[in-house]
């Protein structure tokens, strides 16, 4: 694009920023747009009128931010990510684009409030779980930092499930997100990509590394795009979505003619397959192949519009790394290494040293895990049937390395062996980690400790060849989102205490406030504001202490050990009612995997305990569990702004990083926590007097586990640990939880009981701060004024200096 396309150029008017000119626009967009008028409007119609009018004025901002991009042909990022959260657009959009207040009164000719209209953006359902809410804060402090990039990913038709609880136990339905259309999608179908599958190989004459790849499926991939807005920059980034389709050739009109309808369509219907759900359930030989096909989709899709992109305005290959750093947000995309390669040597003819040399400069790897479960790995037969040529590339790769570490350390078969990218076990697998680390020209961990865990222990071969290929990042969250959205009383108070509002995107301002810390008056106004926010959620009595553990469901992350504390306050308090009680509203939030039937167990488990002490008179006005349904970005922005007390309780070394940690700290909650993750260097920020730490660390950890752990020990020593256990398995919480307390006793693998009684002092030291609020409140303030280092932007200036290498690009303002 020129900067004649530019709405300057061809005369195009300015739109207005009066009330009056955003009312015009938006009963223009009603009318024009979706057809419709004033007075038959639905309430969707006013929701896209709305949403289309603020996608306009962004429009403008990311006309100049291309041509300025074009214009300066930086090195632009990609970010490569199977998993996006974005959250709720309309309100988002309001904020980027400045539009909220004058959109709040316009509203009102369509007779309804903004607030309405706002209740039915449905936020995009294209992710799990704190990798996906990563990306999407990544994404957010790039275009807030003036980053040239693009966010690559699925529009999957079903992202994530919708939760419910049925009888108290976890039920899954399916999240139609898109159902009633998405307004704030550009799709862009004539950047379409055509991806292979499976099929054969043939040599081609006259080379030894070029082979022709012959595949037996093709599918269309058809991008659109969703707008990503910097807050207080002109930039506006894009996040690209691929979404599978068949081929016109894929409809098959002569067997539809004999009536066969379901024939007909079964190519097609198994293309779109791609892109329907994210994660399919890998517990079969199909599942697992189509989660394969799936990265492979992904990767081919997104790595030929780079290289589209990067032939706009280079024409020698030896610029592309220059030009292009490619960010692979965990393993899931990692086959996009041999695609670059099969790219560039079969398709672009150039020769294997060179494409190699291109390809391990425009791959960076950031490693999100140190669970040996979740470093995938795909047997070789299915990468022989699925992508053919993709293993042959796979295997040279890994020859060439392995003569690389043979030269560093001769005769050592065994770090061969450990090493490999090949697995060679009972079945062969390709380890998909390895080939992330090999391929690429930094790996990283997201938070101190992980990092150094990656170095020592999963990656520690890794690290010896290559010691300065390892690097930290630790992780961040967007202020915008998470303080300035989700909870605007506090962000006021903070803008009011520090006179202005520039910490929204200089975020380690906020420690200004540390001289507010002992404010009478502020302390009162803090106070004030977060009984408001409790009094919104409605989950309990705003005076009590809420205390809130929301995130995925998995035993890593021990819900077991806070349901384990619930139960001991249960049986204390009806054995001493009269005693002098903290009142507590507990809340739980979080899916489990749908196999996953330890996590579901417990999910069931919390909803008995619940409801006994609902029922129970005597200890019901001190303790009350809430378990809130369908956890998902909206839901945690109206958490979190509520919670006085984070619950961050993994076992150490087990917990990457953690973001919800930083988003409750950041909103001046205090944490209960382990020394895992960023929960370390939290502490270290906010002051250990500030943070309520409990637990064996990492290393304290896998001694007890080296030196043969007997949780029976604990149960028979600590008698109320007895008790809780006992207490369900003689089934007090309507027969629920007995496999829980079956596999505590039995293994016990996150060392739930061999930390129950540290947690337990930990909640005790809990309660005496609360009981003290000028104690409590001084400690939340100096939560938040020392959490700045968690915003994102933070995360993203880390990755630009050190791992990427690149430099803002600065979009100019539209002349007036
Ligand atoms: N994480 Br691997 C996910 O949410 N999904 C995954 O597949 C993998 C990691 C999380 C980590 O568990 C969490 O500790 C971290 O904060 C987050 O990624 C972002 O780095």
Request: charged share 25%.
């Amino acid at each position: 694009m020129g900067p004649m396309d530019l709405r300057q150029g061809i005369g195009l008017r300015r739109l207005g920023t009066t009330t009056d000119e955003f009312q015009q626009d938006l009963l223009s967009s009603l009318y024009y747009r979706r057809g419709t008028t004033v007075e038959s409007a639905s309430a969707h119609d006013a929701y896209d009128a709305l949403a289309l009018t603020v996608r306009d004025r962004l429009a403008d901002r990311r006309a100049r931010t291309a041509a300025a991009h074009y214009a300066s042909n930086p090195r632009w990022v990609y970010y490569l990510s199977a998993e996006y959260l974005l959250g709720a657009q309309l309100e988002q959009n309001l904020l980027y684009s400045g539009t909220g207040e004058v959109a709040a009164q316009a509203v009102k000719a369509l007779g309804r409030s903004l607030q309405e209209i706002e209740d039915l953006d449905v936020e995009p359902g294209l992710g799990n779980g704190g990798l996906g809410r990563l990306a999407a804060c990544l994404v957010d402090s790039m275009a807030t930092r003036d980053i040239p990039a693009v966010g690559y990913g699925i529009r999957y038709d079903f992202g994530i499930f919708k939760q419910s609880l049925e009888n108290g136990g976890q039920a899954e339905r399916p999240d139609d997100w898109a159902f009633q259309g998405n307004p704030w999608e550009f799709p862009a179908p004539d950047d379409r990509q055509t991806v292979g599958f499976y099929g054969h190989t043939e040599p081609i004459a006259g080379s030894q590394t070029r082979k022709r790849w012959v595949p037996g499926e093709i599918v269309l991939g058809e991008p659109s795009h969703m707008l990503v807005p910097g807050y207080g920059t002109e930039t506006v980034n894009i996040v690209r979505l691929w979404r599978a389709r068949g081929s016109e050739a894929s409809f098959d009109l002569s067997r539809f003619s004999a009536g066969q309808y379901a024939e007909a369509v079964q190519e097609a219907v198994r293309a779109e397959n791609i892109s329907k759900v994210l994660y399919p359930d890998d517990s079969t030989e199909l599942g697992r192949e189509l989660r394969l096909k799936q990265q492979y989709f992904l990767c081919s899709c997104s790595l030929r519009d780079i290289i589209r992109r990067f032939r706009l305005r280079n024409s020698d290959w030896a610029d592309f790394a220059a030009k292009t750093i490619i960010q692979l947000n965990d393993t899931h995309p990692t086959i996009a290494i041999p695609e670059l390669m099969r790219l560039l040597v079969d398709e672009y003819e150039l020769d294997w040293d060179q494409a190699w040399s291109i390809t391990r400069r425009t791959f960076a790897y950031t490693c999100h895990t140190l669970l040996p479960e979740a470093l995938e790995t795909w047997p070789v037969h299915l990468f022989e049937r699925l992508l053919p040529r993709h293993l042959e590339i796979i295997y040279l790769i890994n020859l060439l390395f392995l003569r690389e570490v043979e030269a560093r350390f001769p005769g050592d078969n065994d770090r061969l062996r450990r090493m490999s990218i090949i697995g060679e076990g009972d079945e062969r697998r390709v380890r998909m980690a390895h080939l992330a680390v090999v391929g690429t020209e930094a790996v990283n961990g997201v938070a101190e400790l992980h990092s150094k865990l990656l170095r020592e222990t999963v990656l520690q071969d890794f690290a010896d060849l290559w010691p300065a290929k390892f690097q930290n990042v630790t992780n961040g969250v967007s202020p915008r989102r998470f303080v300035k959205l989700a909870n605007p009383r506090l962000a006021d108070l903070i803008t009011e205490g520090l006179g202005d509002d520039g910490w929204l995107n200089d975020l380690e301002r906020l420690a200004e406030l540390e001289s507010l810390a002992d404010d009478a008056a502020f302390m009162e106004r803090w106070r004030a504001v977060k009984r408001a926010n409790k009094v919104d959620l409605a989950a309990g009595d705003p005076d009590s202490l809420t205390d809130v553990m929301i995130k995925r469901f998995h035993e890593y992350k021990r819900q077991q050990l806070k349901l384990l504390h619930v139960i001991t306050m249960y049986q204390r308090i009806r054995q001493n009612p009269a005693g002098d009680w903290v009142p507590r509203t507990v809340l739980f939030a979080g899916k489990a995997a749908p196999a996953y039937h330890a996590a579901k167990n417990i999910i069931r488990l919390i909803n008995a305990v619940g409801a006994t002490i609902a029922a129970d008179p005597v200890v019901s006005p001190y303790l009350k569990v809430v378990f809130a349904e369908n956890y998902n970005v909206t839901l945690a922005e109206r958490i979190i702004p509520a919670a006085d007390l984070s619950e961050q309780i993994s076992l150490a070394g087990k917990e990457a990083s953690g973001t919800g940690n930083m988003k409750l700290a950041l909103n001046g909650a205090l944490t209960v926590g382990t020394l895992d993750g960023a929960n370390i260097e939290i502490r270290a920020r906010v002051g250990e007097e500030n943070f309520f730490l409990f637990g064996l660390d990492a290393y304290q950890a896998a001694e007890v586990q080296i030196r043969g752990y007997n949780p029976r020990e604990h149960y028979e020593w600590d008698t109320e640990l007895k008790a809780a256990l006992d207490a369900i398995t003689a089934g007090r919480f309507d027969g629920a939880g007995r496999e829980l307390v079956d596999s505590l006793l039995g293994w016990d693998e996150y060392l739930t009981l061999a930390d129950y009684r540290s947690y337990l002092d930990a909640q005790e030291e809990v309660e005496r701060a609360w009981r003290d609020p000028a104690r409590w409140t001084r400690m939340s303030i100096l939560n938040t004024a020392h959490s700045g280092f968690f915003s994102s932007d933070r995360t993203i200036a880390d990755y630009a200096a050190r791992i990427w290498r690149v430099a803002p690009v600065t979009v100019p303002k539209e002349d007036q």
